[in-house]
T-cell receptor, first 115, second 110 residues
Framework: DTEVTQTPKHLVMGMTNKKSLKCEQH?????MYWYKQKAKKPPELMFV???????INESVPSRFSPECPNSSLLNLHLHALQPEDSALYLC??????????????FGDGTRLSIL | RKEVEQDPGPFNVPEGATVAFNCTYS??????FFWYRQDCRKEPKLLMS???SGNEDGRFTAQLNRASQYISLLIRDSKLSDSATYLC???????????FGTGTLLAVQP
């Protein structure tokens, strides 16, 4: 069982819809991440939160809006997505202040389909 | 040149075989190295961190050669359940990110 929990597991939405992806961890980790993964490709980093502050935005389009309400929760708000945004969205967490020295632990992802 | 390069495979091996994966990285400032495994349509899971002195966890052995900027993973006595994609992951040095290789697909045959 993963210690990083993501909901929903699957999401189908239209291009005009607004939805949110949720991620929760209770390991006391202080860094949390959003990744996007297309089939047969490695995960691509989208955002990094360190101590609840956004520290990295990998030039992600504004139709993706991250939010970190507290140290255990990470949201990704979606609005006006495009079909090419269909992918597996992975949340991860790591112990430290967002540095890459320690491994990241992944949730089992939200499989997103845009109609 | 890609930051982290892996042979994509697939590696098709019989049960019980020994198989080795290699990975090279381009950033000499990288300090942390990991192997993850990812099953089809699942999340990446940490297999092991890679230390300078090399490290072993059961049937899995990881090696690091900093001079050649090369990492390896050896799997002994392959099991059917070892079938997965193995991702070589390296820290981006000053970029404060993890850099993923494209992964090597392993298929263990009965």
């Amino acid at each position: 069982d993963t210690e990083v929990t993501q909901t929903p597991k699957h999401l189908v939405m239209g291009m005009t819809n607004k939805k949110s992806l949720k991620c929760e961890q209770h390991m006391g980790h202080r860094a949390m991440y959003w990744y996007k993964q297309k089939a047969k490709k490695p995960p691509e980093l989208m955002f990094v939160y360190s101590y609840e502050k956004l520290s990295i935005n990998e030039s992600v389009p504004s139709r993706f809006s991250p939010e970190c309400p507290n140290s255990s929760l990470l949201n990704l708000h979606l609005h006006a997505l495009q079909p090419e945004d269909s992918a597996l969205y992975l949340c991860a967490s790591s112990q430290g202040p967002g540095g890459p020295r320690e491994p990241q632990h992944f949730g089992d992802g939200t499989r997103l389909s845009i109609l | 040149r890609k930051e982290v390069e892996q042979d994509p495979g697939p590696f098709n091996v019989p049960e019980g075989a020994t198989v080795a994966f290699n990975c090279t990285y381009s950033n000499s400032a990288s300090q942390s190295f990991f192997w993850y495994r990812q099953d089809c349509r699942k999340e990446p899971k940490l297999l092991m961190s890679v230390y300078s002195s090399g490290n072993e966890d059961g049937r899995f052995t990881a090696q690091l050669n900093r001079a050649s900027q090369y990492i390896s993973l050896l799997i002994r006595d392959s099991k059917l359940s070892d079938s997965a994609t193995y991702l070589c992951v390296v820290d981006g040095g000053a970029t404060n990110k993890l850099i993923f290789g494209t992964g090597t697909l392993l298929a263990v045959q009965p």
